[in-house]
């Protein structure tokens, strides 16, 4: 069954990542589903429109849980993921289509102090130690660029 990718950039979650374990091959393993909405806007003027487009992404293993501890309602995300036909018979018989959305890979676009805040009002209590910073992951990768890019 083919894939296609799928990047939905400057996203932002819709609610709260929903975290919870399964059974696997190897025993439990984290499967996390969130939901991220991101904008288009089309035309100028008065013709200008804009559209919102929320996917519904499955994440699995330690990218679930890393999700789950440290993103939340209204975390900016950019998400790269394939889409595949999802193709079953429920129970009545009833043949049923859908697509199934599965992160790759998922940056965070908080700073840590943005993500720490969000979690505090959220009342998720205090804030780990080591959480993901994407100002200083950005730092990194713009010390690695060449000055004339």
């Not at 819709?14 to 991220?36: I, M, Q, S, W, Y």
């Amino acid at each position: 069954m083919a894939n296609v990718q799928v990047i939905q950039r400057h996203a932002h979650l819709a609610g709260a990542v929903k975290l919870e374990f399964v059974n696997g091959r190897d025993g439990k393993v984290a499967k996390a589903v969130l939901t991220a909405i991101s904008n288009s806007r089309r035309g100028s003027g008065e013709e200008r429109s804009e559209e919102a487009t929320a996917i519904q992404w499955t994440l699995w293993a330690k990218q679930a849980e890393h999700a789950a501890e440290y993103l939340g309602k209204g975390s900016h995300v950019n998400i790269v993921g394939r889409v595949r036909n999802n193709h079953y018979q429920d129970n009545d018989g009833v043949e049923v289509y859908g697509l199934a959305f599965t992160v790759d890979e998922i940056d965070y676009l908080d700073s840590k102090a943005e993500g720490e805040a969000r979690r505090s009002r959220e009342g998720a209590g205090d804030p780990p130690a080591a959480a993901p910073s994407a100002a200083s992951s950005r730092k990194a990768r713009n010390e690695r660029q060449p000055a004339h890019a």
